[in-house]
């Protein structure tokens, strides 16, 4: 996997390159009426910019048919580090989801943020000046191969360290935003920057060997995953109730959850804890890993160029020598931390603060007035009357924040309304999450997002048939190996391999610091139904007190534990 000066780069290193900082032919794309597409190289660039070309793969084969190019739209996924906003910027962004896309809805994302589908290339720039000037929201660097939105614990009720860790993602995502003025030139009608001598110090014209992610995790909750993101910033902290605070962080490197189907050289990954530092060091050590992994990263394969293959082939050692050089600090010994909570905490809680937080499940993060739960009108009419804020989670959820002790009956009221609160939702259903998949993804194998629902009910019958219908089990399904949904840290993991057909896997656990392996490859529906019937009836009768389906899983020898990836994913 190591990088050899004669290997030939990967063809996107010629494109970072010749782009000119991002700019490509971009604007030349955007005036081309005669296709909803842009050309071969800018489809790449546009992701820099927070987007994402796709087209409805539901109609290919009919606008084949009709001598039509493939229905061409956008995604655009919104830079929200942190996933705080206020009702003001949630009513522009309901009403831009309305006007300027075609599919209407607003998407949670399992980076903290929302994403708009069905963007056509003629209102792109409409869409990105109404975010910036309406709502304040940008999407620079949500996508491409740089740090994305920066995400942290959402967690409600440590109010006054949530703030902190808060303002850190925030601080994160300006320091490593671009110098560059090609989002404001080419998106907002921006002066076009002239200076040849323009360049970017973090990044430089070749910016990152592939997508980097980063989050701030604040134990006990790791509703972040850390274990799915490159670098990963653990608060430790010191006392407790109002006497709490974050003394510093320990700083865990090189997760990932991305692979490739049949190629046994990829694999998700744990991070490795380098160690505990101060609150003052964070942003040198961050930007220290950034640009070790610009400099050692691969860019021959970009299967291989993520920040956990680096480790693997430079040594952990290696790479975390090189962080302390370039930061100017050592690690010290980890601090001692607890991860007992990775879900959301649906429902009401009242924080430090003495301020109210009601945390809503929203299945899929897919935020649309469906039949009989109108979500997206309930929360345009809340967000007209809440006087806190909203905050996303990282599990596609939503927090109306800070709802004075006044508002509390009437925020009930209306979201009970909407649907936005259903005592009937078990926890089955709360714990279980998909990526997006068909129709949009132009990676997707398989179903997900419309997979999810169905498969959720069938495990809830399972869990009622064999006595347990009060249990849970994290269950998660992507559309293919790259990751979205975070399948490889779940109890029950499926990866779309076919239509209709995935990949079962088994052994994750529930505080989401083991990864799971395969049981069935390529297996329907059907079966995936009765293999879990079986394993399901066999947990209710066979744990032990208080066993989640993960440990039950390894104990019962049905699959083997994965305890170093790279010699035991696929083993």
């Known amino acids: 996997m190591s990088q050899k000066p004669t290997q030939k780069l990967h063809d996107n290193e010629r494109i970072k390159i010749e782009s000119n900082f991002l700019r490509g032919k971009l604007v030349e794309g955007i005036n081309d009426t005669t296709t909803g597409s842009f050309p071969s190289d800018e489809v790449q660039l546009v992701k820099f910019h927070g987007l994402y070309q796709q087209d409805d793969r539901d109609r290919r084969a009919e606008r084949k048919k009709q001598k039509l190019e493939p229905l061409y739209s956008f995604l655009l996924r919104a830079r929200l580090p942190g996933g705080v906003l206020t009702p003001q910027q949630w009513l522009e962004i309901d009403r831009i989801a309305e006007e300027l896309t075609d599919a209407g809805s607003i998407r949670i994302t399992t980076r903290q943020t929302f994403q708009y589908h069905g963007i056509f290339k003629r209102n792109l720039k409409s869409v990105f000046q109404e975010l910036k000037f309406k709502a304040n929201i940008d999407a620079i660097f949500t996508a491409g191969d740089v740090n994305r939105n920066t995400i942290c614990t959402s967690n409600p009720e440590q109010s006054v360290l949530h703030t902190e860790v808060y303002e850190l993602s925030k601080a994160i995502s300006e320091h490593f935003l671009p110098k560059s003025n090609a989002y404001a030139e080419i998106w907002l009608d921006g002066e076009k920057v002239v200076d040849t001598q323009e360049n970017e110090p973090i990044y430089q014209n070749i910016f990152l060997p592939r997508k980097f992610k980063i989050a701030v995790a604040l134990p006990p909750y790791n509703d972040v995953d850390i274990h799915a993101n490159d670098l990963n910033f653990i608060a430790i902290i010191d006392g407790e109730g109002d006497d709490a605070k974050i003394s510093g962080y320990n700083v865990v490197v090189g997760a990932g959850l991305g692979m490739t189907h049949g190629d046994k050289t990829t694999f998700p990954r744990l991070g490795d804890d380098f160690g505990f530092i101060p609150v003052d060091k964070v942003m040198a050590v ?53 991860f007992t909570e990775r879900g959301d905490r649906i429902g009401w809680v009242k924080g430090i603060d003495n301020k109210w937080h009601l945390t809503v499940f929203i299945e899929n993060g897919r935020i649309l007035d469906f039949d009989g739960k109108p979500l997206k009108s309930g929360l345009n009419k809340i967000a007209k009357v809440h006087t806190g804020t909203f905050r996303m989670t990282a599990n ?31 926890d089955q259903r709360k714990y279980s999450m998909a990526c997006v998949a068909l129709p949009t993804c132009p990676l997707a194998m398989a179903e997900a997002e419309r997979y999810l629902p169905g498969l959720t009910d069938d495990v809830e019958g399972l869990l009622e048939k064999h006595g347990i219908a009060k249990d849970k ?5 992507t559309g293919c190996p790259n990751g979205c949904g975070r399948s490889m840290l779940a109890e029950i993991g499926l990866i779309g391999k076919a239509p209709g057909r995935y990949n079962l896997y088994l052994g994750g656990n529930t505080n989401g610091t083991r990864l799971p392996k395969m049981y069935k490859e390529n297996i329907d529906e059907a079966t995936i139904v009765a293999t879990l019937d079986d394993l399901i009836g066999r947990w209710s009768k066979e744990r032990n007190q208080d066993e989640c389906f993960g440990d039950f899983s390894i104990r019962a020898g049905i699959v083997k534990e994965v305890v170093i990836a790279a010699k035991d994913f696929h083993d």
Do not use: W
């Open 286 to 338: 961050a930007e220290a890993v950034v640009t070790t992994q610009r400099d050692l990263g691969g860019r021959v394969s970009r299967s291989h160029a993520r920040t956990k293959y680096t480790l693997e082939t430079h040594g952990i050692e290696t790479f975390k020598q090189e962080v302390e050089k370039r930061a100017g600090i050592t690690f010290a010994a980890p601090g001692a931390y607890e």
């Open 396 to 426: 596609q959820n939503l927090v109306i924040a800070e709802v004075e002790e006044s508002q509390k009956e009437l925020i009930e009221k209306m979201a009970r309304e909407c649907g936005l609160i259903d005592d009937g939702t078990t």
């Open 473 to 477: 089990i994290i269950l998660r399904v």
